[in-house]
């Protein structure tokens, strides 16, 4: 495995992930910009003015042919700029700016809480397999995959802020008000994402730990003098979290776009708030610059994880292996 | 068949499946109390012989809510792994049957899909068309293309390599009737088995959808619907929220059960590997 | 005083029973063959040994080294293993692991049969002892020849300097050219440091070329155990007969000659492999 290898991995990866943006936007503006027709028709509704109306085309930059609105939406994309939101007045990055500060966080809490939990368990279970504690983990994670986060977020709420009064029942005060008061309303948020995504985790990870458990290298490294705990510790877990980590780049890609549902149950004013007002206000712009960032979320997380991938198994750079 | 009755949760999972369904479908014909009939006075109501489980803030009969949002869940969730299988398999079987630049495509386009969850498909159709019902069923639909897209080529090229596929070959046989007289019969109990997982991962698709507001409208009702309704009163009225999100827990189970199961009984090599659905 | 000692070794899976009643002694620096076709439980009989057999399979009998019975705790055993007994494994690709460097894999060994005596054995001279460089102690298992790689797993054995060592068809892998020089390199290996050998094969002619005594191994019993020029050049049992005839390659002469023009002809044909997705 030589450094060009991987530079020449990295950015092959790189190319892909711009070329899924590149199309993402095409699409978003297709669906956004030239289905409805007029877009400042649409946004204004069939009663408005044709004063206003010709203003916000204006605005808009309607009277360019649609190529080169795309060409400038994606350029001023680069720039930062989003445009700007006709309802809130306001430039859409600054808006999406801020609301990311809760959506961010309480995603990548959510995943770490995932992982922690997840994998633990299924590596347990994997050691322990047929015995008690091994069904005890694998009917919790069948449970936890079939249970809706925003309805554990529901449970949550209902035992730990209005039962037993540990944490709030929702809302947000801002990072730079009190970062204590924050973090604690990211907690239940979070524990409700990571639930499902941790049954999924320790249920694979279990399932690639027992087909590891039975291969070759693992009798070789018994051979040498380990105790089979010690086989599976030494060389058992990072084969088997190959698997996993396929799997992960996806789960933790729609973790990103399910928090904006589960920020409903806790009133949290993330990117899905932003997302719903904009959409009962017909707000095109600031919806068409939401939707990609989300993409840009789902689609820079697979790439981390396509990356990490590379890094735990050496035979994908050298080619054995495609 | 024999062995099939001797999987204790295969039979729990269809069962429990089958039982839902069923009251699914009787809520076209009969329901405890008509769902759309409000009575204020009779809110609230703890459960009684004459409302099993109670009513909701509008006086309506929970347990007649509940097996009509069943259907909704149901039909939507059917449809959108119609959508996922119609359009999934046939771009699988092709990449698998003909390789190459039409292989690569399908993957390329199974790639990109995958950039698109249901949330972000269904946040664009209902921006342009309102929310509906149907917006869940094409967010969901859309997102299911690209695993069966996946499952069929992966099964496909398994199969392809086996001996009595290249004696078709040489008998004559075309990529297309490779495709479908010697591969996708050979694949159909693995997508019989993707099919079950992702009816159970649309249904929660479809809670979390109507949830948010993206999905089913009233006066029609869902499972995620019902729940959107109840939570505002979910901290003075629990229950309203507890039913519907039991019912799903308990339908999602039952068919995990059953994929699960069906995976044992149809190909026994694979036996303990556990699903490993992805949430759309 | 023998090294290694086994009496009435059975291995029982449920009710089938896949090796019973097995018994042998291996003093010092013995090279012992253990001879049969596949599935006979040549393999498992090492496996018992060493104390790895598979889950489900239940072991009777009794094994000593050094007349002391092997400990039955699975700690003790590994660690018993690990300084005393070497292991090479039929498919080299799979018995390394594919994620770490083989150089680290040995290293693992070495830690693990460092029996604190003053003779310290290191990574490099390991490597060029099996005839490998230290540059390959760098390199993962895919990146390395099939000879090479059964070359790692041999240093890895190697580095508890074990009195025993287990050879499972060391060379069933590999091309003829590489099966005699894996075969030279343990018997060589096994000279010098005076080591005893297990090695168990299918094929006569290399347990004809490395071992003094040889067992002959059908249905999970010993039918004919002997000196091995007396085993094979007059074999006592059929089945043993019936081995030895059966490893007689005769080829029949080609008696026809071709009729008429050819039927097939191919020229310059070539097949690539584009890398799929």
């Not at chain 1, 808009?60 to 720039?79: K, N, S, T, V």
């Not at chain 2, 006086?59 to 869940?73: E, K, N, P, Y």
């Not at chain 2, 009702?221 to 519907?244: E, K, M, N, W, Y």
Request: proline fraction near 5%; aromatic fraction near 6%.
């Amino acid at each position: 495995m030589s450094a060009s290898r991987m530079i020449i991995f990295v950015l092959r990866r790189l190319a892909g992930f711009a070329v899924t943006l590149l199309v993402a936007a095409v699409v978003v503006f297709f669906l956004l910009d030239l289905l409805p027709g007029d877009p400042a028709q649409f946004i204004l509704g069939i009663n408005a003015n044709p004063e206003s109306l010709s203003q916000l085309r204006a605005q808009m930059g309607l009277d360019a042919p649609a190529w080169q609105r795309l060409f400038i939406w994606i350029w001023d994309m680069l720039h930062g700029d989003f445009g700007q939101s006709y309802t809130q007045n306001a430039p859409v990055a600054e808006l999406i700016g801020e609301r990311l500060w809760v959506t961010l966080p309480l995603s990548i809490l959510a995943m770490i809480i995932a992982t922690a939990v997840g994998l633990p368990l299924g590596i347990l279970a994997a050691r322990r397999r047929g015995k008690f504690l091994d069904t005890g983990i694998m009917v919790l994670a069948q449970t936890g995959i079939a249970i809706p986060n925003f309805w554990f977020g529901m449970l949550l709420v209902l035992l730990f802020a209005v039962t037993l009064r540990w944490l709030p029942p929702g809302g947000f005060i801002s990072w730079g008000e009190d970062p204590v008061a924050a973090a604690r309303a990211l907690v239940l948020p979070s524990l409700a994402l990571a639930l499902p995504q941790a049954s999924i985790l320790a249920r694979v990870m279990r399932t690639a730990l027992v087909d590891v458990q039975g291969q070759d290298f693992i009798r070789t490294a018994r051979a040498k003098g380990m105790t089979m705990g010690e086989a599976v510790w030494r060389h058992g877990v990072r084969n088997a979290l190959l698997p996993v980590l396929t799997l992960l780049g996806l789960q933790f890609a729609f973790l990103v776009a399910g928090t904006i549902i589960v920020e409903n149950v806790f009133y949290l004013p993330g990117l899905g708030r932003l997302i719903f007002t904009a959409i009962s206000q017909r707000d095109l712009i600031l919806v068409r610059g939401a939707t990609i960032v989300l993409i840009l979320a789902v689609t820079a997380t697979m790439l981390a994880i396509d990356l990490l991938y590379a890094l735990v198994d050496p035979r994908l750079l050298s080619g054995a292996r495609q | 068949m024999r062995r099939a009755f001797r999987h204790p949760s295969l039979i729990l999972g269809l069962a429990a499946s089958g039982l839902f369904a069923l009251l699914a479908l009787v809520s076209l014909v009969w329901t405890p109390y008509p769902i759309a009939e409000i009575d204020i006075g009779r809110r609230f109501l703890a459960p009684s012989l004459a409302h099993w489980l109670g009513t909701d803030n509008l006086g309506r009969d929970l347990a007649s809510l509940v097996m009509a949002g069943t259907l909704t869940s149901f039909v939507v969730a059917a449809l959108a792994v119609t959508i996922g299988a119609g359009l999934g398999v046939p771009l699988g079987l092709a990449a698998a049957a003909w390789g190459g630049a039409v292989e690569w495509a399908v993957l390329r386009l199974s790639d990109f899909v995958f950039a698109f969850p249901a949330v972000i498909v269904a946040i664009l159709i209902t921006t342009l068309f309102g929310p509906s019902a149907v917006n869940a069923i094409l967010a969901i639909g859309i997102f299911n293309i690209p695993v069966f897209a996946r499952v069929a080529r992966g099964g496909a090229l398994s199969i392809k390599t086996l001996d009595f596929v290249a004696a078709a070959r040489l008998a004559g046989l075309g990529n297309w009737a490779i495709a479908f007289r010697h591969l996708l019969p050979n694949i159909a109990s693995l997508i019989i088995v993707q099919g079950t997982i992702q009816l159970s991962l649309g249904i929660l698709a479809e809670a979390g959808l109507s949830y948010i507001g993206l999905g089913t409208q009233p006066p029609a009702t869902s499972l995620g619907l019902i729940l959107r309704d109840a939570q505002s009163l979910f901290l003075l009225h629990p229950s309203l929220s507890l039913v519907p999100g039991l019912a799903i827990v308990i339908i999602v189970v039952a068919l995990n059960l059953a994929g699960d199961g069906l995976r044992d009984v149809i190909d026994p090599r694979l036996k303990h590997q556990g699903g490993t659905g992805v949430t759309p | 005083m023998s090294l290694l000692s086994v009496e009435n070794l059975a291995v029982h899976f449920g009710t089938h029973a896949a090796v019973a009643d097995i018994s042998l002694s291996l003093e010092r620096g013995e090279r012992f063959g253990i001879i049969g076709e596949s599935g006979s439980g040549k393999t498992l009989t090492a496996l018992a040994i060493t104390g790895l057999l598979p889950e489900g399979a239940i072991m009777a009998g009794s094994i000593c080294i050094d007349d002391q019975p092997v400990p039955t705790n699975e700690r003790a055993m590994a660690r018993l293993r690990g300084k005393r007994i070497g292991m090479v494994f039929q498919e080299p690709m799979t018995a390394l692991n594919p994620l770490m460097p083989i150089g680290d894999q040995i290293g693992e060994a070495i830690r693990l049969g460092d029996t604190g005596g003053v003779e310290h054995i290191e990574l490099p001279m390991l490597l060029k002892e099996v005839g490998l460089e230290n540059r390959h102690g760098q390199r993962y298992a895919h990146q390395l020849s099939g000879g090479q790689r059964q070359r790692a797993m041999i240093a890895m054995a190697l580095a508890s300097q074990p009195d025993i060592l287990i050879a499972d068809e060391p060379t069933s892998a590999l091309d003829l050219i590489t099966q005699r020089l894996v075969l030279d390199l343990i018997s060589e290996l096994c000279t010098r440091r005076q080591m005893a050998l297990l090695f168990i094969s299918h094929d006569l002619k290399s347990v004809g070329a490395l071992c003094s005594r040889v067992a002959v191994v059908h249905n999970g019993r010993f039918v004919e155990v002997g000196g091995t020029g007396k085993v094979f050049g007059a074999p006592q049992q059929d089945y043993t007969r019936r081995l030895v005839a059966a490893a007689e390659f005769k080829m029949k002469p080609v008696t026809r000659p071709p009729i008429g023009e050819t039927l097939l002809e191919v020229r310059g044909l070539t097949r690539d492999y584009r890398q799929g997705g």
